[in-house]
């Protein structure tokens, strides 16, 4: 209903809700930054629909956004909320109740949001709710120092003794207009006429509201992620990396031959700062080792809880395994290898006695992620660990740390969980991990696969002698050959570089004369079972891409 004065012009109303929806998301920012980052309503809410998309949107995100996905889906909900607090600003003209309904409604969602992810606490509902006051504030101010109402004299005016209506709605907006015979200052609001409807607002008033907000939205926003990622994590980060234990069995040396130093081909170790991230985090988990544990429990005969002390007394080990995303398409970034410093998992299941019957580990992250790898792969000697370190360093928060898992040979989404919290054991008939319901396969072993790295696809090349070279990897088994077809010519031997053992992936290297043109470049791998990786196209979705990488390229 109307109260019968003056309404705002749309765009003032529409500028006063978006100013008041980043107010309600600034303050949320800051009490979400006091007490859990993941409560912020724009990732609870985000969280909520990265594990509520199908699958097949999940893929297309991330093959074309890659890792900019999560920069993406955040960037568009602030959007889509900057449009829906703008309408409910144009609203608020009506009755500010109307406007602040709305508000409710989203804090209501956000809260909900917050509440359900899998790692909430009770605290978590205040982000939401404690934003939307301050929005709702925010809005019924900003709404009534803007009104201008006929009956009320302006601020500035009625400092000046005058009157700032003028009863002459042709005034030229911001000139001296005669008011009952009195003139008033250059801070005579603008007034116009637009169909029938009068719009006034007052603009020195609606500026200064509208910098305070922003103002308020900007510090509060701001503290609230000083304060999310001043916690002790990174603390605890730097005391750990002065003293992460040696290895009680030293992974054997990377051989001399194992990086044929190639310009363009991916490096045999990849540095952890390129190395891909795949998860379905918003906000990296922060886990303080100081409490973090471990249960391992479920079809044991005798569940275990480790803390992280426990786990850095057990030997430790160092390994070579190359991670493999199954949503790494034919010719795909998210590979990478490294070196890993853990403890054995199958030692410590051992520990816990594996009852009879159980076939699944279900792993879960501090995220409320969870893989369900098998015990047999686990248990059947290979180095699969529960690992602190990377490369020689601390395990990167991005990449999961206090700990995470690495299970040579099997697919990400079924055995690398990161910032990992618990295990249970327990069977694929009895338990679902993550991406199953998502309709990805429960078991996802590595399929052997090969990519060229250089030179790159569309590339122009001088023709003549050529070096073509990439990686190939078929993790647990080994790579024994790769084979190189030039249009569709015969197909070559590539040389292979040397490997530590059969967990990583292989750089091949093959020169090819390459006459004027263009040309395309094939590469097959076969592993050491004596399996050739098939020509047939399957895409990564349910269990892993398949196909030969070709790349075309201009020799001139
Ligand atoms: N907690 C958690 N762990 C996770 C995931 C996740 O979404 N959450 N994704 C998995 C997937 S799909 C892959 S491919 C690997 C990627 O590990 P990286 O980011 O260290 O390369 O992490 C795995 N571990
Ligand atoms: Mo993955």
Not at 301 to 321: G, H, Q, S, Y
Request: aromatic share 6%; charged share 20%.
């Amino acid at each position: 209903m109307d109260d019968g004065g003056p309404r705002l012009p749309a765009w003032v109303a529409a500028l006063i809700g978006v100013i008041s929806g980043a107010v309600a998301l600034g303050v949320a920012q800051l009490v979400a930054g006091l007490t859990n980052p993941d409560a912020s309503p724009v990732i609870a809410v985000g969280g909520s629909m990265v594990d509520r998309t199908p699958a097949a949107l999940k893929e297309w995100a991330i093959r074309t956004f890659g890792s900019n996905d999560k920069l993406v889906l955040i960037s568009g909900i602030v959007v889509v909320l900057a449009l829906i607090a703008a309408g409910l600003g144009v609203l608020s003209r009506r009755r500010v109740g109307y406007g602040m309904t709305g508000l409710l409604v989203f804090g209501l969602i956000g809260a909900a949001a917050a509440m359900t992810r899998p790692d909430a606490g009770s605290l978590d509902i205040l982000p939401s709710l404690v934003g939307v006051g301050a929005g709702a504030w925010a809005l019924s101010l900003l709404i009534r120092r803007a009104e201008v109402h006929p009956w009320e004299p302006l601020e500035d005016a009625a400092a000046q003794g005058t009157s700032a209506w003028t009863d002459d709605p042709d005034a030229p907006p911001g000139q001296p207009a005669r008011t009952s015979g009195e003139t008033i200052s250059v801070e005579t609001p603008p007034v116009m006429r637009a169909g029938d409807d009068l719009y006034a607002f007052d603009r020195r008033r609606l500026l200064t509201g509208a910098v305070v907000g922003l103002g308020v939205a900007g510090v509060t926003g701001l503290g609230g992620k000083l304060l999310a990622s001043s916690n002790n994590v990174d603390a605890a980060r730097k005391t750990l990396a002065k003293t992460l234990p040696r290895p009680t069995i030293p992974a054997r040396p990377i051989p001399a031959g194992a990086d044929l130093r190639i310009k363009g081909l991916s490096p045999f170790v990849t540095p952890n700062s390129d190395f891909y991230r795949v998860d379905t985090a918003l906000v990296i988990p922060g886990v303080d080792p100081a409490s973090w544990t471990l249960k391992i429990h479920g079809l044991v005969d005798k569940p275990i809880e480790l803390t992280f002390a426990d786990l850095l007394k057990r030997p430790l080990m160092e390994a070579d395994v190359t991670l493999t995303c199954v949503s790494n398409d034919v010719g795909g970034p998210y590979v990478g290898n490294a070196r890993w410093l853990g403890a054995r998992l199958a030692d410590l299941l051992r520990e816990a006695g594996i009852k009879p019957g159980a076939d699944m580990l279900l792993s879960t992250s501090k995220d409320g992620f969870t893989a369900g790898t098998p015990v047999d792969v686990v248990m059947d000697g290979r180095d699969a660990l529960l690992a602190i370190a990377m490369n020689g360093e601390v395990l990167p928060t991005a990449h999961g740390f206090p700990v995470r898992q690495v299970v040579p040979g099997l697919y990400g989404y079924v055995s690398a969980t990161k910032w990992i919290t618990d295990l249970k054991v327990t069977r694929f008939d009895q338990d679902e991990a993550y991406w199953t319901p998502r309709g990805w396969s429960p078991k996802g072993p590595i399929k052997t696969e090969s990519r060229i790295d250089v030179p790159k696809d569309g590339d122009d090349i001088p023709a003549g002698r050529t070096t073509i070279a990439g990686v190939a990897w078929a993790q647990h088994k080994g790579i024994a050959a790769v084979e190189v077809q030039v249009d569709g010519g015969e197909w070559r031997e590539a040389t292979l570089a040397q490997v530590p053992g059969p967990d990583t992936w292989r750089q091949w290297s093959i020169v090819a004369d390459l006459a004027k043109g263009k040309h395309v470049i094939t590469v097959r791998a076969t592993d050491v079972t004596g399996y050739t990786q098939t020509l047939q196209y399957a895409p990564p979705a349910p269990d892993g891409a398949t196909g030969y990488h070709s790349i075309g390229v201009k020799a001139g």
